[in-house]
């Protein structure tokens, strides 16, 4: 059989992807030259090569120019349309899409986010029949930390209208989650579902003020957890999922080469791993490269793939008929796919 082809045209789900992250540079030069914003690169080859991974703060650098080009809700449909197109086109029928609402803010009201995303959202199905759910988060850094309280409260009176979570992003560092209790305690008396990064840059003690102080369902990387074995344990015996993302620990040092990744221990220890992407151009990669890396460096096989991708729909926040809908449904894709790739 040949895998290359499987992995592309087989059927995923994706859980941590950040629609900002999304943006591929031919828009992000349509978007600047709109809003008049001026970028470090004029061109898209240039805007390739700036996107180029060279460290963490050069990262954070490029984030926050790719969203000081976003100023309007039209801005925001079109990143959230031309993001379900690639998804078309990579065959992910279902994914929870991280975004920040508080860096659109000063330019877009909140309700006024939303509802451009939710045009592109119901033109994304009826077009492709692909499916997406937002999650949006907060942002880590922000202050006053009561600012965030206002996203929780959002999010929850629209969980009925394409948010399925809260997240908690950027800098893990001395910003761990046990500041945000109040906020989060929002979202926990609502039975609401909390999707924070955790353990990514930071050790396991971000990820049990994730698990204990947030109440958070998933996590966002968790890769670390492997440093404290009563950390692994609980993971393993609560079977809660971790949304890994290898392209990106390898560009954050947080793995020193796909080879060396951890997955490999991840799931040697039982633990429940999904695949994604996190910001697929800055890291150079997509959902389906990223299947591929950890097929040719790591050395997985289809049988384990296809278990990431099961994982992946146990592991959204759809309700339970859906969800065996989806399974059902994929399973008769990999078995036609099989068949052709015999």
Not at 96 to 109: A, Q, R, S
Not at 227 to 254: A, G, W, Y
Request: hydrophobic fraction near 40%.
């Amino acid at each position: 059989m040949n895998t290359r082809d499987f992995i592309c045209r087989m059927p995923k789900v994706e859980l941590h992807v950040h629609l900002e992250g999304s943006i591929q540079p031919a828009t992000l030069l349509k978007l600047a030259k709109r809003n008049n914003v001026s970028l470090p690169a004029h061109t898209v080859e240039g805007l390739h090569k700036w996107y180029e991974f060279s460290g963490f703060d050069h990262f954070i650098e490029v984030y926050f120019a790719i969203c000081s080009c976003i100023r309007s809700a039209d801005d925001l449909e079109l990143i959230t349309n031309e993001f379900i197109k690639d998804r078309a086109d990579q065959n992910i029928r279902y994914s929870e899409v991280i975004f920040t609402p508080f860096t659109h803010l000063p330019h877009i009201p909140l309700d006024d986010q939303l509802a451009a995303i939710n045009r592109a959202r119901k033109s994304g199905e009826e077009q492709y029949g692909i499916r997406i759910n937002m999650a949006p988060d907060i942002s880590r850094e922000r202050r006053p930390i009561e600012d965030s309280q206002v996203i929780a409260r959002w999010a929850v009176k629209n969980r009925d209208n394409g948010i399925t979570s809260l997240g908690l992003g950027g800098p893990e560092v001395n910003n761990p989650p046990e500041l945000f209790e109040e906020t989060f305690k929002i979202i926990t008396e609502a039975n609401f579902p909390a999707t924070p990064h955790a353990g990514e840059t930071e050790g396991p003690a971000s990820i049990w003020g994730a698990l204990r102080t947030l109440n958070a369902v998933r996590i966002g990387h968790g890769v670390r957890c492997l440093e404290d074995p009563t950390l692994v344990e609980f993971l393993r015996e609560k079977q809660i999922p971790l949304e890994v993302c290898p392209s990106s620990n390898v560009c954050l040092k947080v793995a020193p080469s796909l080879a060396q990744h951890p997955l490999p221990a991840l799931m040697e220890a039982g633990l429940f791993v999904t695949i994604n992407s996190d910001d697929p151009p800055m890291f150079n990669t997509n959902l389906t490269e990223e299947y591929l890396r950890i097929t040719d460096q790591i050395g997985f096989k289809l049988d384990s793939i296809k278990q990431f991708i099961f994982n992946g729909i146990e592991a959204s926040l759809i309700p339970q008929a859906e969800k065996q809908v989806m399974r059902q449904d994929f399973a008769l894709q990999f078995a036609q796919l099989e068949l052709e790739l015999r």
